[in-house]
Structure formats: structure tokens, C-alpha cells
């Protein structure tokens, strides 16, 4: 009788060391640097926000698993610390606790566990709950703690504008682009984290650093960034041609808000991003000229949270538009 040289089973055949767990690892280890530079702006107050972040999304989910799903809890892969931690990211420093309890339980419960748990969403839960909040607490979401100066206090903070409302706000009074610009913090204060704002958005050197490391691991892809980026610095640039004095520069768009934390940290998760490269782009130019649209034209001055979700809902369609070929299939274009 012959050796048999054939083993016959089902798919998949390719296997990898990925999981679920060394992926959210990842993120947080990717999320960390800026998560310390957070405390070191805004002190006591960040590290409060991001402990009851990460800890009241670890409760709703097994609480959720345990007693209403009835299947094994699954805390311990990492996904609902880091929906707790982008939440944080997207809070100023001294808002009430139990405001980020009630954002962690829309973002868990209504926006993840819900539909099933990880990999059913179809929106982003972190920014789920960040809007709810936004539209719920409109004084508390923004009025943004001025960095530095309250680092260890736990009352009383000393607010003022981000650089995004104040450039707004300025261009509604008839203030030129270039005066608001003389009154700004400059564009390498931007770029380090010298400002206020969320806590995780404030240092796009340290975003920037973080979405490197997330690329060498190949946890995400650098279509849907550059797409973000790219059109955002595009289309604000279109606008600021053709009308200097009324619309900001394209630099400035892309280092203020949170146009880095979005595009490298929550517009490419994976169940709610498109699967082709080609789908990936799409989505990634859609964001960027809805974060504009929404900040030049929009009652809000940031916009970034309201385009992922708005093209968190179109996915399906551009899945379904943009199919990869089948293996194997022949062209006959």
C-alpha cells in the first residue's frame, strides 16, 4: 500500500500569527505615547478620564457577554480597552466621570454589543459614543482645559478655545485667516502637542509615531491615511486659493482637530473600512472632504467624528461596488 502523499481538508490553509489580541496590543502600545503626552499636559485630569475610559468599556462589555449575550466574556482581547482609550482620546481632560461612564456605555452597548460584539459593528464605537456625548454635553465637550497651567488640579480648571473653534469663530466676525494666524500657536507648536484640545489628538509628531509603528506591524494600511490627509489638505487648500482671507490655510486643517488621531487610529478599523484598496481610497477621500465641508461649512468646528460615521454607513455599498477579482478569473477587457 501506497504512502499517501496528499492531505486533503478544509480552508483556510494559510495561517497566521495574527489574533485579535496581538492586533489590540498593538493599538494601545501604538496609542501610548500620546496617551503620556496627554498627562503630561493636562495632568491628574487626563489619567482620570483614560482609567474610567478603558475601566467602564471593559465592565459594559463582560457585563454584556455574561449576563445578557450568555456567551464567554472576551475583555481580555484588548478591543473594549481600546474603545475605551479612543474614547478618552476624543474627551477634553475635565469632563464630569460620569459622562465618560454614559459614553462608554452607548459606545459598548448601543454601538458594539448590540449588533452582536467585535466584528459585527458596523460603526465606530468609540465615535459612536464621542458623538452622543457631543450632542447630549455640548457646554462640557467643548470647553477645552488650557494645557500646562492645570495639570494637577482637579477643580477650577482654566479653559479656553482649540485653535479650530477660535479660527471659526474668528472667520464668522470677519478676522482674516492671516490675523486669526498671528493670534494662533504656530505650526510647530501644533505639530508637537503645544496646544489644547482632546487628549489624544493634541500631537500629531506623537499620532505620526505611533501610526509608523502600526504600519511596521501591518495592523493597518496606508491607503486610507494618506486618503484622509491628502484630501483634507487638498480640498481645504481648493478653497483657500480661490479665497485666502476666509478659509485657513491647508496646513493648518491637517495639524489642528483631529485629522491624525482619525485617520490613522479610527478610520482604519477593519470592521468598519472597506476590504479592497481600491474601496479603501474612496473611503479615505469621502473623509477628508466631509471633515472640510463640515468644519468650513458646518455649525460644528471640527468634523472629523461625523465623516468616519457617515462613511461608516456607506462600507456595504462600496464593498458591494468594488469587488476584488475572483482568483483565478481571466480578463477579458
Same mark, same amino acid.
Given at each position: 500500500?501506497?504512502?499517501?502523499?496528499?492531505?486533503?481538508?478544509?480552508?483556510?490553509?494559510?495561517?497566521?500569527?495574527?489574533?485579535?489580541?496581538?492586533?489590540?496590543?498593538?493599538?494601545?502600545?501604538?496609542?501610548?505615547?500620546?496617551?503620556?503626552?496627554?498627562?503630561?499636559?493636562?495632568?491628574?485630569?487626563?489619567?482620570?478620564?483614560?482609567?474610567?475610559?478603558?475601566?467602564?468599556?471593559?465592565?459594559?462589555?463582560?457585563?454584556?457577554?455574561?449576563?445578557?449575550?450568555?456567551?464567554?466574556?472576551?475583555?481580555?482581547?484588548?478591543?473594549?480597552?481600546?474603545?475605551?482609550?479612543?474614547?478618552?482620546?476624543?474627551?477634553?481632560?475635565?469632563?464630569?466621570?460620569?459622562?465618560?461612564?454614559?459614553?462608554?456605555?452607548?459606545?459598548?452597548?448601543?454601538?458594539?454589543?448590540?449588533?452582536? #460584539?467585535?466584528?459585527?459593528? =458596523?460603526?465606530?464605537?468609540? /465615535?459612536? *459614543?464621542? !458623538? +452622543?456625548?457631543?450632542?447630549? &454635553?455640548? $457646554?462640557?465637550?467643548?470647553?477645552?482645559?488650557?494645557?500646562?497651567?492645570?495639570?494637577?488640579?482637579?477643580?477650577?480648571?482654566?479653559?479656553?478655545?482649540?485653535?479650530?473653534?477660535?479660527?471659526?469663530?474668528?472667520?464668522?466676525?470677519?478676522?482674516?485667516?492671516?490675523?486669526?494666524?498671528?493670534?494662533?500657536?504656530?505650526?510647530?507648536?501644533?505639530?508637537?502637542?503645544?496646544?489644547?484640545?482632546?487628549?489624544?489628538?493634541?500631537?500629531?509628531?506623537?499620532?505620526?509615531?505611533?501610526?509608523?509603528?502600526?504600519?511596521?506591524?501591518?495592523?493597518?494600511?496606508?491607503?486610507?491615511?494618506?486618503?484622509?490627509?491628502?484630501?483634507?489638505?487638498?480640498?481645504?487648500?481648493?478653497?483657500?486659493?480661490?479665497?485666502? #482671507?476666509?478659509?485657513?490655510? =491647508?496646513?493648518?486643517?491637517? /495639524?489642528? *482637530?483631529? !485629522? +491624525?488621531?482619525?485617520?490613522? &487610529?479610527? $478610520?482604519?478599523?477593519?470592521?468598519?473600512?472597506?476590504?479592497?484598496?481600491?474601496?479603501?481610497?474612496?473611503?479615505?477621500?469621502?473623509?477628508?472632504?466631509?471633515?472640510?465641508?463640515?468644519?468650513?461649512?458646518?455649525?460644528?468646528?471640527?468634523?472629523?467624528?461625523?465623516?468616519?460615521?457617515?462613511?461608516?454607513?456607506?462600507?456595504?455599498?462600496?464593498?458591494?461596488?468594488?469587488?476584488?477579482?475572483?482568483?483565478?478569473?481571466?480578463?477579458?477587457?
Amino acid at each position: 500500500m501506497s504512502e499517501q502523499k496528499l492531505t486533503v481538508s478544509l480552508s483556510p490553509h494559510v495561517s497566521s500569527p495574527d489574533n485579535v489580541r496581538r492586533i489590540m496590543m498593538d493599538v494601545l502600545l501604538a496609542l501610548s505615547p500620546a496617551a503620556l503626552w496627554s498627562v503630561y499636559l493636562f495632568g491628574f485630569q487626563s489619567l482620570r478620564v483614560i482609567l474610567i475610559g478603558i475601566g467602564a468599556c471593559v465592565f459594559f462589555e463582560y457585563v454584556a457577554q455574561r449576563f445578557i449575550l450568555k456567551v464567554k466574556p472576551s475583555v481580555d482581547d484588548g478591543s473594549a480597552a481600546v474603545t475605551g482609550l479612543l474614547l478618552a482620546f476624543n474627551l477634553p481632560s475635565h469632563i464630569p466621570s460620569w459622562m465618560i461612564i454614559v459614553g462608554s456605555f452607548v459606545a459598548i452597548i448601543v454601538a458594539k454589543m448590540t449588533f452582536g #460584539g467585535l466584528g459585527n459593528n =458596523p460603526f465606530n464605537p468609540a /465615535l459612536v *459614543g464621542r !458623538v +452622543f456625548m457631543l450632542i447630549s &454635553f455640548p $457646554a462640557a465637550m467643548t470647553s477645552w482645559p488650557v494645557p500646562l497651567l492645570n495639570r494637577w488640579k482637579f477643580v477650577d480648571a482654566v479653559t479656553a478655545a482649540t485653535p479650530l473653534s477660535v479660527a471659526q469663530e474668528g472667520l464668522k466676525n470677519g478676522t482674516t485667516s492671516q490675523q486669526l494666524l498671528s493670534s494662533l500657536p504656530s505650526y510647530q507648536e501644533l505639530f508637537f502637542g503645544y496646544r489644547g484640545g482632546c487628549l489624544g489628538e493634541v500631537s500629531v509628531f506623537l499620532l505620526l509615531l505611533g501610526g509608523l509603528y502600526l504600519l511596521y506591524r501591518k495592523v493597518i494600511r496606508l491607503q486610507i491615511p494618506l486618503a484622509v490627509i491628502g484630501s483634507v489638505f487638498v480640498f481645504s487648500a481648493v478653497l483657500w486659493f480661490f479665497n485666502p #482671507g476666509v478659509n485657513m490655510p =491647508p496646513v493648518f486643517h491637517i /495639524l489642528t *482637530g483631529g !485629522v +491624525f488621531l482619525g485617520a490613522i &487610529f479610527m $478610520a482604519t478599523d477593519m470592521v468598519t473600512s472597506p476590504m479592497t484598496v481600491t474601496g479603501m481610497v474612496i473611503f479615505g477621500i469621502a473623509i477628508g472632504i466631509l471633515t472640510v465641508i463640515i468644519r468650513v461649512f458646518g455649525a460644528y468646528p471640527e468634523g472629523m467624528s461625523f465623516a468616519i460615521l457617515i462613511m461608516n454607513a456607506f462600507v456595504p455599498l462600496i464593498d458591494s461596488l468594488i469587488k476584488p477579482r475572483k482568483y483565478g478569473m481571466i480578463s477579458h477587457g
